[in-house]
């Protein structure tokens, strides 16, 4: 049987957002916010419920070695990647538990973020863009802190 190619598309965000600088990341232990860019006292990113993350290197000036560059993945930006040989490796390395299901994989995607010193790969069934204040960041930090409380 012949595997389909990765194919990464770039997504439209309804910000125009500058992928080359600065970001952070907040993940817990079922999602992930990207938080990307701070305008008064709002402050703007994507919300993913996340399966798995990889954040880190390769930087923009490497970006040209890493697997998808050559099915499209640009140097900054947002993108997914449809059949996604990420995806595909946690479905085969989930084998081993007892109550494996191919089903639990069939609906995530494997989306890429790319900014100039770092990129981010997230596997998830959903993501939304979101806004919310400083406020609301501290009391999404200060749960998952109490969450570390015995």
């Given at each position: 049987?012949?595997?389909?190619?990765?194919?990464?598309?770039?997504?439209?965000?309804?910000?125009?957002?500058?992928?080359?600088?600065?970001?952070?990341?907040?993940?817990?232990?079922?999602?992930?916010?990207?938080?990307?860019?701070?305008?008064?006292?709002?402050?703007?990113?994507?919300?993913?419920?996340?399966?798995?993350?990889?954040?880190?290197?390769?930087?923009?000036?490497?970006?040209?070695?890493?697997?998808?560059?050559?099915?499209?993945?640009?140097?900054?930006?947002?993108?997914?990647?449809?059949?996604?040989?990420?995806?595909?490796?946690?479905?085969?390395?989930?084998?081993v538990h007892p109550r494996h299901?191919?089903?639990?994989?069939?609906?995530?995607?494997?989306?890429?973020?790319?900014?100039?010193?770092?990129?981010?790969?997230?596997?998830?069934?959903?993501?939304?863009?979101?806004?919310?204040?400083?406020?609301?960041?501290?009391?999404?930090?200060?749960?998952?802190?109490?969450?570390?409380?015995?």
């Amino acid at each position: 049987m012949f595997e389909k190619k990765p194919k990464v598309k770039e997504i439209k965000l309804s910000r125009e957002y500058d992928f080359s600088y600065e970001n952070f990341v907040l993940a817990t232990q079922h999602e992930v916010y990207l938080l990307i860019e701070k305008s008064e006292d709002d402050i703007y990113g994507i919300k993913f419920k996340s399966r798995v993350v990889k954040y880190g290197s390769p930087n923009d000036e490497a970006r040209g070695g890493h697997s998808l560059a050559k099915h499209g993945l640009g140097l900054y930006g947002f993108f997914e990647v449809e059949n996604s040989p990420w995806i595909k490796e946690q479905a085969e390395l989930n084998k081993v538990h007892p109550r494996h299901s191919d089903m639990l994989f069939s609906g995530l995607s494997h989306y890429v973020a790319c900014f100039q010193d770092v990129m981010i790969e997230i596997t998830s069934g959903s993501y939304e863009e979101f806004k919310m204040s400083q406020q609301e960041l501290n009391a999404v930090l200060q749960e998952q802190v109490s969450n570390l409380e015995a």
